[in-house]
């Protein structure tokens, strides 16, 4: 089955610098990767998603990019503000499965002020 | 978007009982999944709720345990058995849209003493 790398697993940068969250996938077959951003004690919210048909999507500050070759895909965020400090969860879902996602272990993304 | 109502929030329950956690989502959804997460940890699936039909199970998870139903669309209920300490976590059901996207519910947190 599919099989999801999330790096790093805690992240801190300086209000207004970028950053980037990486995922890989292992079913070559996976054709949608949705990335859910969760605040302490709330449920995952979807951030931003990309089909396998796109290299790249952009909304605001969040832009996910997909190498479908590499089988890996990327979150940035630019611009960050304190309240972009969350947990950050990549997944990714195939063809089979009855479209089930298969999520990464998370990112504790800190922004420090 | 789909939204999607979960309750109990909360719940403390005494080792050896069960907990029914009850999901009801706004609109028609494709599918309904249920998850856990364990604290700090990622979403692990437990199963995918199947209209009108047995409940579909991830490795390490039985039926006898975590008992599912999804009489129609919208609705579904997940019961955690026979409760021990190790089963104290938080449960969210999830629900996919016609456009795939995925969306959860509030969750549920167990503790069980």
């Known amino acids: 089955g599919e099989n999801v790398e999330q790096h790093p697993s805690t992240l801190s940068v300086q209000e207004g610098d970028s950053a980037v969250i990486k995922c890989t996938y292992s079913?070559?077959?996976?054709?949608?990767f949705p990335w859910y951003k969760q605040e302490l004690g709330k449920r995952p919210q979807l951030i931003i998603d990309?089909?396998?048909?796109?290299g790249e999507k952009k909304d605001q500050r969040i832009a996910v990019t997909l190498n479908k070759t590499a089988k890996h895909f990327s979150l940035h965020i630019t611009e960050t503000q304190p309240e972009d400090s969350a947990v950050y969860f990549c997944a990714a879902r195939g063809i089979q499965g009855a479209q089930k996602l298969v999520f990464g272990q998370g990112t504790r993304l800190t922004i420090n002020p | 978007s789909a939204v999607i109502s979960q309750k109990p929030s909360r719940d403390i329950c005494q080792r050896g009982t069960s907990l029914t956690i009850q999901c009801q989502v706004d609109?028609?959804?494709?599918?309904m999944f249920w998850y856990r997460q364990q604290p700090g940890q990622s979403l692990t699936l437990i199963a995918t709720?199947?209209?009108?039909?047995?409940?579909?199970?991830e490795s390490g998870f039985v039926i006898d345990k975590f008992p599912i139903s999804r009489p129609n669309l919208t609705f579904s209920t997940l019961t955690v058995s026979n409760l021990s300490p190790e089963d104290s976590s938080i449960y969210l059901c999830?629900?996919?849209?016609?456009?795939?996207?995925?969306?959860f519910g509030q969750g549920t947190r167990l503790t069980v003493v």
């Open positions: 999830s629900a996919v849209t016609a456009n795939t996207e995925a969306f």
């Open positions: 709720a199947n209209q009108g039909s047995e409940a579909t199970y």
């Open positions: 990309i089909r396998s048909n796109v």
């Open positions: 609109s028609q959804v494709t599918m």
């Open positions: 079913d070559s077959a996976s054709n949608y």
